[in-house]
């Protein structure tokens, strides 16, 4: 007998396993824990892994022009965010982008640098302890402008913080973060970090479990130089419209590298709004996942 939509909010949340096999609604709590992602890479070659929200016509992003793009609230749902500080409770860094912290810094997204702070996460920081995981992850910024605001809580919260960017980057904006004692890896020829070059940074540094906030442009780098392992994708049941937006992955064709196999699909029949949505995960074809 089909629930009605307004019962789904008296119960906790589940999600209905549609591949590999189908079986019996499962809690949403714990989806993603269960991969154990922060045990599938090594010193020498951390798992990389990113994860985005799009609706069915594939915005990921709309706004009035590129400097005010953000994610349409509609889109928006208390079961993706759990599933995403899930994922990043894996991680042992986190990567974000100048544009993320730009967009905090104005208001038009929300702080999700630090694990455990909110209410529906915050047996997370429970989680890494028990884990044998540092209290917060590492924050890598990738940035070509070099011009974004950095977060309080970074400093606040003791977390290890370095910023990535390419060889054209300004000397003179480099200059101003090696001042205020932020270490700058040169990791690209021209202005934007190349993937090979960033995994290898941040296989120097230990890190075993990398999870990608940074955006279309570092994900096509890492397709395109076989660097990424898992892809998460939330797909609401929602045509969004609107202009000018931005997709999951940007740049001339990818051919080959971006083939994908999919390793799990769950449905979310509540949210958002009823719609409905598919939390799916892709590994690299020929790789185990």
Not at 61 to 85: H, I
Not at 157 to 177: D, E, L, N, V
């Amino acid at each position: 007998m089909a629930i009605p939509f307004e019962n789904f909010l008296s119960i906790p949340p589940q999600v209905h396993p549609l591949f590999p096999e189908c079986g019996a609604p499962r809690p949403l709590a714990g989806l993603y824990l269960g991969l154990r992602l922060q045990e599938r890479g090594s010193p020498q070659r951390p798992w990389i892994y990113a994860n985005f929200l799009s609706s069915l016509d594939g915005r990921i992003a709309v706004g009035e022009d590129e400097a005010e793009m953000t994610v349409p609230k509609a889109m928006t749902s208390a079961n993706d965010f759990r599933l995403l500080q899930e994922l990043q409770a894996q991680a042992d860094c986190l990567v974000v982008h100048g544009a993320y912290l730009r967009a905090l810094a104005a208001g038009r997204l929300g702080n999700v640098l630090q694990i455990g702070q909110r209410d529906s996460g915050a047996d997370l920081a429970g989680w890494r302890q028990d884990n044998g995981l540092s209290p917060q992850p590492a924050i890598a910024i990738v940035s070509a402008s070099l011009d974004f605001p950095m977060p309080d809580s970074i400093r606040e919260f003791g977390q290890s913080c370095f910023i990535a960017t390419g060889g054209a980057a300004g000397r003179q904006r480099m200059a101003y973060w090696r001042n205020q004692g932020h270490e700058i890896l040169v990791t690209g020829q021209d202005h934007w970090v190349e993937a090979a070059s960033l995994v290898q940074e941040l296989a120097r540094r230990g890190y075993r479990s990398v999870y990608l906030g940074s955006g279309p442009r570092l994900l096509e780098s890492m397709v395109r130089g076989g660097c990424l392992d898992s892809l998460f994708h939330t797909s609401t049941h929602q045509l969004l419209g609107g202009e000018p937006a931005v997709t999951m992955i940007s740049g001339p064709l990818l051919g080959v590298a971006g083939n994908l196999r999919l390793r799990s699909l769950y449905y979310d029949p509540a949210e958002p709004d009823g719609a409905g949505q598919f939390f799916a995960h892709y590994g690299r074809r020929g790789k185990d996942a």
